[in-house]
Nanobody, 119 residues
């Protein structure tokens, strides 16, 4: 069993940066594909970024490519999402996920962290 705990969310202005962290406990995630999703009010949960277990392969949503970077530190059992040039459209609850089953289906999910970007 894996527990995921996100942190690092907050209220920022457009153009600012934030780094989200996702700490895993209960089991090592060093071989697991990790991902970030987000859900804005009234919308479905959307894919943001994904990183392979080795950290050698990353994918991004078109809306975040070039601004967001997903990374991992397997020694700390932690995955990060560096978000730069934030826009009001990035406002959402951000969720960490582990253990990819399919594009939107993962074995484990965190509780989410709120990111609010003001214009």
């Amino acid at each position: 069993q894996v527990q995921l705990l996100e942190s690092g969310g907050g209220l920022v202005q457009a153009g600012d940066s934030l780094r989200l962290s996702c700490a895993a406990s209960g089991s090592a995630i060093s071989r697991a594909t990790m991902a970030w999703f987000r859900q804005a009010p009234g919308k479905e949960r959307d894919f943001v970024a994904r990183l392979s277990g080795s950290g050698g392969s990353a994918d991004y949503a078109d809306s975040t490519k070039g601004r967001f970077t997903i990374s991992r530190d397997n020694t700390k059992n932690t995955v990060y999402l560096q978000m730069n040039s934030l826009e009001p459209e990035d406002t959402a609850v951000y969720y960490c996920a582990a253990g990819r089953i399919s594009f939107r289906t993962y074995q484990y999910w965190g509780q989410g962290t709120q990111v609010t970007v003001s214009s």
